[in-house]
Each structure stands twice: as C-alpha cells, then as structure tokens.
C-alpha cells in the first residue's frame, strides 16, 4: 500500500489542532475568573464519618485557566506557522491538476537548496 501523501497528514494535524483550539476556547470561555469558588467535597473517615476536603482553591483554578490561556495562544501561533508553511509549498499547475511524484520530488530537492 501506498504511504499517504504528506499534504494530507498535514491537513489532517491542522484539523485536530483546529478542533482543540476549539475545545480550549470553549473551556475557558465556560470558566470565567469572576465564577471561581473554591471545589469543596467530603471525604470519608475510618470511623465512617465525612469531613470536608478542599478539592481545588480558587487560586489553583485561576493559575490552571491561565495556563489553559497561554497554550491555546501557542497552539494558535503553531496553527498560524503550519499554514503559512503550506501555502508556500503550493505549486500553481496548469489544468488543476496535482503534481505527479517525480515532479514533486524535483521539486522538493529543489527547495532544499
């Protein structure tokens, strides 16, 4: 069988790290600063008893959505990067038509010079 074609996995890395910009965004836009409490549960005692437990602070979620603030920038820098890339390696062809390998291999080898 035939390896893909590097365009497509390329194409198909952009999509998911598209798809998880999105679910990043959608996380910290779900989890405003101003709504932060402290998570509170209760823990079971060997008595049987619950007492109450601190399950995450106010500050540790704030630190975590910064930081959730600082990767989605990075991944959208990366995304920007990726795609810049590609459109520099598109080769205009008569007819729309894809290049054949050896062709695309010239090619390659000339760009690496």
Sequence with gaps: MAPPKKALLIEYELEFLN??????KQYIEDTP???LTDRMAYKETRG???IPVCIATK?????DL????KD???ILRTVDTMRIKEEGKIVEVRGNVELG???SQYLAE???K
């Design 19 to 24: 798809m998880k910009l999105e679910e990043l």
């Design 33 to 35: 600063f101003s709504g």
């Design 48 to 50: 049987g008893g619950l």
């Design 59 to 63: 500050e540790a979620q704030r630190k």
């Design 66 to 69: 910064t930081q959730a603030l």
């Design 72 to 74: 989605y920038a990075e």
């Design 101 to 103: 390998s050896q062709a």
């Design 110 to 112: 000339r760009n690496k």
